[in-house]
C-alpha cells in the first residue's frame, strides 16, 4: 500500500504518470513529494510508486 | 516619487501593498489586485483535491509575483519542504517563510525561521522570512540571506494593528533590508502610520477579507500606504514636548 495523502492506495507498482491517470487532480496544477523528496515532473513516467512510499500531491490555495 | 521602487532580492516593484488571497472567494482576487494596486500576492501549499477542478493560478491576473508561504510549517525541515513544493509548482523563487509551533497566537518561531532562511536562500529562493520583532533575529536572518524582513505587527489575523510599534521602528532604523509590516493591520490608518514610521512595504489579507467591500477596502489600503509613503519621504513634522507654536505671523494689529 501506498500512503497518498493520508490516505492507504493499492498503487504499489505503478508509476506517477499512471497513479495520477486514475485520479481527477489538475496535473497541471500540482506537485508531488515521495518520503520528503520532490518527484520532478519530468520523472513521473519513470519514477514507481513502492510498498510503504508516504507521498503528498499539492497545489497552490488561497493564503496570506 | 516615479523612481520610488521597493526592491526584493532584485525584483523591482511600483507597489507597496502586498496581498493576501486567504479567506475569500477566489473570483474576489481580480478585483482586489486591481483595487489594491498590488504586484505581489501571496499563496498557500496545501493538499490538493480531486474534486474542485478550478485552481487560484487561474483566478490571478498575468504579471503579477507570486509569493508562496509556508504555512502549516512547524520547524525549519517543513518550511524548506513546502518551498521546494512551490517552487514545482512552477511559480518563481518567491517565498515567505512562516513557521509557527502554537495554534493559539500563532506566533512565528523565530529560531526555526533563521535556519529554514539560511537553507533557502543557499538554495536560490528569494527568502521572505515571517517574524516576531527582534533586532537580534533580524540581523541574523540578513546574515542567513534573506530578502526582506516581514515583523508582525499583532497577532495573525486580529485587526489589532501596531501593537509592536516601538519594535518595528529598531528594524526599520537599523537594517538595510525591506521591512514589510505584515500579519495584524486591520485599518488603512494602521497601514498609513507604518509606511510614515518608514516600513517599505505593508501586507494585508484579513483586514480585506473581513471587511464589508473588499475591492473598496482594498482601494483604501492602498491610498493610505501611498499617503503614508509620501509622508515618509517628506520627512515628517516635528512635535513639541510642551507648549505650542503658532502657524501664523506673532505681529498682531488690533491691540496696537
Given at each position: 500500500?501506498?500512503?497518498?495523502?493520508?490516505?492507504?492506495?493499492?498503487?504499489?507498482?505503478?508509476?506517477?504518470?499512471?497513479?495520477?491517470?486514475?485520479?481527477?487532480?489538475?496535473?497541471?496544477?500540482?506537485?508531488?513529494?515521495?518520503?520528503g523528496d520532490i518527484i520532478l515532473k519530468s520523472?513521473?513516467?519513470?519514477?514507481?510508486?513502492?510498498?510503504?512510499?508516504?507521498?503528498?500531491?499539492?497545489?497552490?490555495?488561497?493564503?496570506? | 516619487?516615479?523612481n520610488d521602487k521597493l526592491i526584493i532580492g532584485?525584483?523591482?516593484?511600483?507597489?507597496?501593498?502586498?496581498?493576501?488571497?486567504?479567506?475569500?472567494?477566489?473570483?474576489?482576487?481580480?478585483?482586489?489586485?486591481?483595487?489594491?494596486?498590488?504586484?505581489?500576492?501571496?499563496?498557500?501549499?496545501?493538499?490538493?483535491?480531486?474534486?474542485?477542478?478550478?485552481?487560484?493560478?487561474?483566478?490571478?491576473?498575468?504579471?503579477?509575483?507570486?509569493?508562496?508561504?509556508?504555512?502549516?510549517?512547524?520547524?525549519?525541515?517543513?518550511?524548506?519542504?513546502?518551498?521546494?513544493?512551490?517552487?514545482?509548482?512552477?511559480?518563481?523563487?518567491?517565498?515567505?517563510?512562516?513557521?509557527?509551533?502554537?495554534?493559539?497566537?500563532?506566533?512565528?518561531?523565530?529560531?526555526?525561521?533563521?535556519?529554514?532562511?539560511?537553507?533557502?536562500?543557499?538554495?536560490?529562493?528569494?527568502?521572505?522570512?515571517?517574524?516576531?520583532?527582534?533586532?537580534?533575529?533580524?540581523?541574523?536572518?540578513?546574515?542567513?540571506?534573506?530578502?526582506?524582513?516581514?515583523?508582525?505587527?499583532?497577532?495573525?489575523?486580529?485587526?489589532?494593528?501596531?501593537?509592536?510599534?516601538?519594535?518595528?521602528?529598531?528594524?526599520?532604523?537599523?537594517?538595510?533590508?525591506?521591512?514589510?509590516?505584515?500579519?495584524?493591520?486591520?485599518?488603512?490608518?494602521?497601514?498609513?502610520?507604518?509606511?510614515?514610521?518608514?516600513?517599505?512595504?505593508?501586507?494585508?489579507?484579513?483586514?480585506?477579507?473581513?471587511?464589508?467591500?473588499?475591492?473598496?477596502?482594498?482601494?483604501?489600503?492602498?491610498?493610505?500606504?501611498?499617503?503614508?509613503?509620501?509622508?515618509?519621504?517628506?520627512?515628517?513634522?516635528?512635535?513639541?514636548?510642551?507648549?505650542?507654536?503658532?502657524?501664523?505671523?506673532?505681529?498682531?494689529?488690533?491691540?496696537?
Open positions: 500500500m501506498v500512503k497518498i495523502n493520508g490516505e492507504l492506495l493499492d498503487v504499489a507498482g505503478k508509476t506517477v504518470t499512471e497513479y495520477l491517470s486514475l485520479t481527477d487532480y489538475n496535473t497541471k496544477r500540482i506537485a508531488v513529494e515521495r518520503n520523472e513521473y513516467d519513470t519514477a514507481i510508486l513502492c510498498e510503504g512510499d508516504i507521498v503528498e500531491v499539492v497545489s497552490f490555495v488561497g493564503g496570506g | 516619487m516615479d532584485g525584483h523591482e516593484f511600483n507597489s507597496r501593498f502586498i496581498l493576501g488571497s486567504g479567506k475569500y472567494s477566489m473570483k474576489l482576487i481580480d478585483a482586489a489586485v486591481k483595487y489594491a494596486g498590488a504586484e505581489i500576492i501571496t499563496l498557500a501549499v496545501r493538499r490538493a483535491n480531486t474534486k474542485d477542478q478550478e485552481n487560484i493560478l487561474d483566478y490571478i491576473p498575468n504579471g503579477v509575483t507570486l509569493l508562496p508561504n509556508t504555512s502549516g510549517a512547524r520547524n525549519a525541515q517543513e518550511a524548506v519542504r513546502i518551498a521546494r513544493l512551490a517552487r514545482e509548482l512552477g511559480c518563481g523563487d518567491f517565498v515567505k517563510i512562516e513557521i509557527m509551533r502554537d495554534s493559539k497566537y500563532l506566533l512565528p518561531d523565530n529560531t526555526e525561521t533563521i535556519k529554514a532562511t539560511e537553507i533557502l536562500s543557499k538554495e536560490g529562493f528569494v527568502v521572505m522570512p515571517y517574524m516576531y520583532p527582534d533586532l537580534n533575529v533580524a540581523r541574523d536572518l540578513v546574515n542567513a540571506g534573506a530578502a526582506s524582513i516581514m515583523p508582525l505587527a499583532s497577532p495573525i489575523g486580529s485587526n489589532k494593528g501596531l501593537a509592536t510599534k516601538e519594535f518595528i521602528q529598531i528594524l526599520i532604523d537599523e537594517i538595510d533590508l525591506p521591512i514589510i509590516v505584515d500579519a495584524g493591520i486591520g485599518r488603512p490608518s494602521q497601514a498609513c502610520e507604518a509606511m510614515e514610521m518608514g516600513a517599505a512595504a505593508i501586507m494585508a489579507n484579513t483586514a480585506l477579507a473581513t471587511a464589508g467591500d473588499l475591492p473598496m477596502m482594498a482601494s483604501a489600503f492602498c491610498s493610505a500606504i501611498e499617503a503614508g509613503r509620501q509622508a515618509y519621504l517628506s520627512g515628517l513634522g516635528r512635535v513639541l514636548t510642551r507648549g505650542a507654536s503658532a502657524s501664523d505671523p506673532l505681529t498682531g494689529f488690533l491691540r496696537d
